[in-house]
């Protein structure tokens, strides 16, 4: 079955420390990805999205995400966090190009020490 | 810009009640879609609808009816609510003839089932 995998349920970080979480999915075909950000009490919003192109996806806040086809992976980086960083991320795949609907990895929750 | 709205914010119901949780659009998306988000669990689909008269079932439809009489509107039916059902509803919507996997995410309604 399609599937989404995140690696870590929940990082704590102290301010201006380096950030990865991974995103592995498990279909090899053409897919869409995405990282969702949802900032406590509120709903989802999209941090960034990789479509086709250059692997390197650069998106809003300073987040980046790299597609690396062969390890079917998307992970999200960020290299100096902020305290308003803290936040759920949710690492989100289209299986199928166009058509299809968006599977969700379970979340990694992100603390921030100030 | 109202974008995905959804009522109510917050419901509390008893076992074996009904209601219903209203889901609205106004950016002319066909794809309509409502997800639960539960701790632990990440989003997961309960039924989506790629137009007018068109409803599909997603990962977890029981429980649930859906119907799309209109592109605008997409509300999610608990015809006998359950202690299971107490999550966090997500309606989304997106484009579907050019559909990227992209989703605009309404701002979610909690529901407790006592």
């Known amino acids: 079955a399609q599937s989404v995998s995140q690696h870590n349920h929940h990082v704590i970080l102290s301010e201006a420390a380096s950030l990865e979480l991974g995103c592995n999915y498990s279909y090899g075909g053409t897919v869409n990805l995405f990282w969702y950000v949802q900032y406590p009490g509120q709903h989802l919003q999209l941090l960034l999205k990789?479509?086709?192109?250059?692997?390197l996806v650069k998106g809003i806040k300073g987040f980046e995400a790299e597609f690396i086809k062969s390890k079917f992976s998307f992970n999200l980086r960020k290299p100096s966090v902020q305290w308003s960083d803290t936040a759920e991320y949710f690492c989100?795949?289209?299986?199928?190009?166009?058509?299809?609907?968006?599977?969700f990895g379970k979340g990694t929750k992100l603390s921030v020490k100030p | 810009n109202a974008g995905v709205t959804q009522t109510p914010k917050f419901q509390v119901l008893k076992t074996g009640q009904s209601m219903t949780l209203q889901c609205a659009q106004d950016?002319?998306?066909?794809?309509m879609s409502w997800y639960r988000q539960d701790p632990g669990m990440g989003l997961r689909l309960i039924h989506y609808?790629?137009?007018?008269?068109?409803?599909d079932q997603g990962e977890v439809p029981n429980g649930y009816n859906v119907s799309r009489s209109t592109t605008e509107d997409f509300p999610l039916r608990l015809l006998s609510a359950a202690p299971s059902q107490t999550s966090v509803y997500f309606c989304a919507s997106s484009y579907w003839a050019r559909n990227t996997g992209e989703l605009f995410f309404g701002e979610g309604s909690r529901l407790t089932v006592l």
């Open positions: 950016m002319n998306h066909e794809y």
């Open positions: 990789y479509f086709s192109g250059d692997p």
């Open positions: 609808s790629v137009g007018a008269g068109i409803t």
């Open positions: 989100a795949v289209n299986y199928g190009g166009s058509q299809g609907n968006l599977i």
